[in-house]
C-alpha cells in the first residue's frame, strides 16, 4: 500500500501525541505507586545498659531493750570488787566533764563514793542507782526512696582481747634496733569535718597536700621509711612485734641504752581502714581459724620471712605514738577516756553505740578454758577496729600471760548496759 505525505503526517502527530500520553501515564503510575508504600521506619537504637537497681545501704544501728538487772547471770563478789576502782575511775571524768554529762552521772556518783568496797553493798548499788538495757545489734537494709527494712536483729556480737606488749628497743637505730616506731608526721593533716557540716561533729579525715589538693595520707605499704624520715620515735627489735604493737594500740618499751621502760600510747593513725591479717591467712587458705590467733599468726609470720611484708600490708592503716612516763607499772595504760585501764575489766567499745564510762554486764565465754564468764565491765576505751554496737574488746593487762589468753579471744558476747536511773541510752550517748 503507498501512503502519501497527507497521511504520513498525521499518522506522524497522532503517534507524537500517543507518546505524550504514555509518558504522563508512566509518571502517574510511578507517583501513584510511590504513595501507596509504606516508608520503612528509622532503624532502632541499640539497646543501652539496663537501669541499675537503686542502690540499697546495708546500716547497723543499736536497739536498747529494758531489762531488770535482777534478771541476768549472777556476778561473783570477787568480780564486782576488782570492777569497783574502775567505776569510782570513771566517775572522776564524770565529775569533771560537760556539765550534761556531769548532771546525768551526779547523784549515782556521789552513792559511789558512799558505797562501802563490800560486795553486798556494790551489788545493792547497782540494783538501785542503775536501770538495765540490752544492748542488741539492728541491721537494716535502706533505699533512696526511704523506703527500708530489718534484716536481722542480733543480741551477741564480736569480742576480742588485748592486752599491754613489751618490746625491746633503743632511741636511736642499731643491731638489732632497726625497726621503727613512728610519731605523727609533720605532714599529716587532720581535717574535722564538724567544722564543715555540723552534722558530722566528731568526725575527721586524715591526709597530706600533694600540691594544692589534699590526698588520702600514705597507705602501710607507702608509708617507706623515706617518706616517713624524720618521724622516728624510738627504734625496736621485732617488725612483727612492732605490727602487734599498733593492733594494741599502746604498750611498753624497755630502752636497753638508758636501762629504763616507757610508755607508748596512741597519738593518730594514717586514716585507712584497719583490715585484719588475720582474715587475710584464712581467705589465702594458710590458716584456719582456730589457727589464726596471734600466736598462730605470729608463727606464721616467723616461718614465712620473705612474705611477711606482703602479709603486713594487707591492713593499710598505720598507727602513730607517742611516749609517755611508765607511772605505776602495775596499772594498765590510759585508753580513750583518759583512764588508766583496769586489766580483766576494761573493755573498748564502739563510742557511737555505748557511751564511755559506762558500766556493763558482759556475758562471753573465758578464752583460755572455754568457761562461761559473766564480768561488771567499764567502756573505757576504743580502738580502730571496734565497730558496731555489739563489738568489744577486752582488756587483760600487761605481759606475756596477758598477751597469751587475749591472743586466743575470739568469741561471742552479749551485753546490758546500765545507766542512772532515769537516763536513756540515746540521751547518755549524746552527752
Known amino acids: 500500500m503507498k501512503i502519501n505525505s497527507t497521511n504520513a503526517s498525521s499518522a506522524s502527530r497522532m503517534i ?19 504513595a501507596c508504600q509504606t516508608p520503612a521506619p528509622p532503624p532502632s537504637p541499640a539497646p543501652g545498659p539496663p537501669a541499675p537497681p537503686p542502690q540499697v545501704k546495708t546500716v547497723t544501728q543499736a536497739r536498747y531493750e529494758p531489762v531488770a538487772i535482777g534478771t ?5 563478789d570477787a568480780d564486782l570488787l ?8 570513771s566517775c572522776r571524768v564524770f565529775e569533771r566533764g560537760a556539765a550534761p554529762r556531769r548532771e546525768a552521772w551526779r547523784a549515782a556518783c ?8 563490800e560486795a553486798g553493798a556494790i551489788r545493792l548499788y547497782f540494783a538501785t542507782e542503775f536501770d538495765g538495757w540490752r544492748v542488741l545489734a539492728e541491721t537494716r537494709e535502706d533505699k533512696p526512696n526511704g523506703e527500708g527494712r530489718t534484716v536481722e536483729v542480733a543480741e551477741r556480737g564480736r569480742i576480742t582481747g588485748y592486752y599491754e606488749p613489751q618490746l625491746d628497743g633503743a632511741r636511736t637505730p642499731r643491731p638489732p634496733y632497726t625497726v621503727p616506731l613512728y610519731r605523727p608526721p609533720d605532714d599529716l593533716l587532720t581535717i574535722e569535718l564538724g567544722s564543715l557540716y555540723p552534722e558530722l561533729a566528731g568526725k575527721r579525715v586524715r591526709g ?22 624524720g618521724a622516728e620515735l624510738l627504734w625496736v627489735s ?3 612485734e612492732a605490727f602487734f604493737l599498733q593492733v594494741q594500740g599502746s604498750g611498753r618499751v624497755r630502752l636497753a641504752d638508758e636501762g629504763k621502760t616507757v610508755r607508748v600510747g596512741y ?3 594514717n586514716g585507712h581502714p584497719y583490715r585484719s591479717i588475720g582474715r587475710w591467712l584464712i581467705d589465702q587458705r594458710e590458716l584456719t581459724f582456730d589457727q589464726a590467733s596471734m600466736q598462730g599468726i605470729q608463727a606464721w609470720a616467723r616461718a614465712n620471712p620473705k612474705r611477711l611484708n606482703e602479709l603486713l600490708n594487707q591492713n593499710p592503716s598505720v598507727v602513730f605514738f607517742r611516749e609517755l612516763p611508765l607511772g605505776d607499772p602495775a596499772a594498765g595504760p590510759v585508753g580513750a577516756l583518759g583512764v588508766a585501764l583496769t586489766p580483766g575489766y576494761s573493755l573498748a567499745v564502739d563510742p557511737r553505740f555505748i557511751p564511755l564510762g559506762a558500766p556493763l554486764l558482759l ?13 561488771l565491765m567499764l567502756a573505757q576505751d576504743t580502738g580502730g577496729a571496734i565497730t558496731g554496737p555489739l563489738r568489744f574488746d577486752f582488756f587483760w593487762g600487761f605481759g606475756r600471760e596477758a598477751g597469751a589468753v587475749a591472743g586466743k579471744q575470739r568469741g561471742e558476747a552479749a551485753a546490758v548496759l546500765l545507766l542512772p536511773k532515769g537516763l536513756l541510752p540515746e540521751a547518755a550517748l549524746a552527752r
Do not use: N
Open 16 to 34: 507524537s501525541h500517543m507518546a505524550q500520553h504514555f509518558r504522563w501515564a508512566l509518571v502517574a503510575a510511578a507517583l501513584l505507586l510511590a
Open 72 to 76: 541476768v547471770p549472777a556476778l561473783a
Open 82 to 89: 576488782a570492777a569497783w576502782p574502775a567505776l569510782l575511775a
Open 110 to 117: 556521789a552513792k559511789a563514793a558512799q558505797t562501802p568496797v
Open 208 to 229: 597530706r597536700l600533694d600540691g594544692k589538693k589534699v590526698v588520702p595520707y600514705w597507705s602501710r605499704a607507702e608509708a617507706t621509711p623515706e617518706r616517713l624520715r
Open 238 to 240: 621485732d617488725p612483727i
Open 267 to 269: 597519738a593518730d593513725v
Open 363 to 375: 556475758a562471753t565465754t573465758h578464752p583460755a578454758t572455754g568457761a562461761p564468764l559473766s564480768r
